[in-house]
């Protein structure tokens, strides 16, 4: 079972950037995907994006329209989601999540969840 804490998110303007860190620990699969979702009040949980632990390939979702950026560091076994030019549209719970499948974007191909972190965009 893999463990996941997620950090980094808080209150920021329109317009503005956060990065989220999500750290894994426990046991790992020797290649896996780690996603990011978001979960706004009201709505189902959204698929962002996901990298390839080995490779560091990404893929995301159409919305992000290369605002976000997913990368890793392998040696901290950190992922990170990169949230630029934010909009209150994007307020939602983000979360980390870890699959054995790769391209994987629907919240049931992932079996470890962190807990999330709140992110709140001001208009």
């Known amino acids: 079972q893999v463990q996941l804490v997620e950090s980094g998110g808080g209150l920021v303007q329109a317009g503005g950037s956060l990065r989220l860190s999500c750290a894994a620990s426990?046991?790992?699969?020797?290649?896996?995907?780690m996603g990011w979702f978001r979960q706004a009040p009201g709505k189902e949980r959204e698929f962002v994006g996901t990298i390839r632990w080995l490779s560091g390939n990404t893929y995301y979702a159409n919305f992000v329209k290369g605002r976000f950026t997913i990368s890793r560091d392998i040696a901290k076994n950190t992922v990170y989601l990169q949230m630029n030019g934010l909009t209150p549209e994007d307020t939602a719970v983000y979360y980390c999540?870890?699959?054995?499948?790769?391209?994987?974007?629907?919240?049931?191909?992932?079996?470890?969840w962190g807990q999330g972190t709140q992110v709140t965009v001001s208009s």
């Open positions: 999540a870890a699959a054995s499948d790769w391209i994987a974007t629907t919240a049931t191909q992932y079996k470890s």
């Open positions: 426990g046991r790992t699969f020797s290649d896996y995907a």
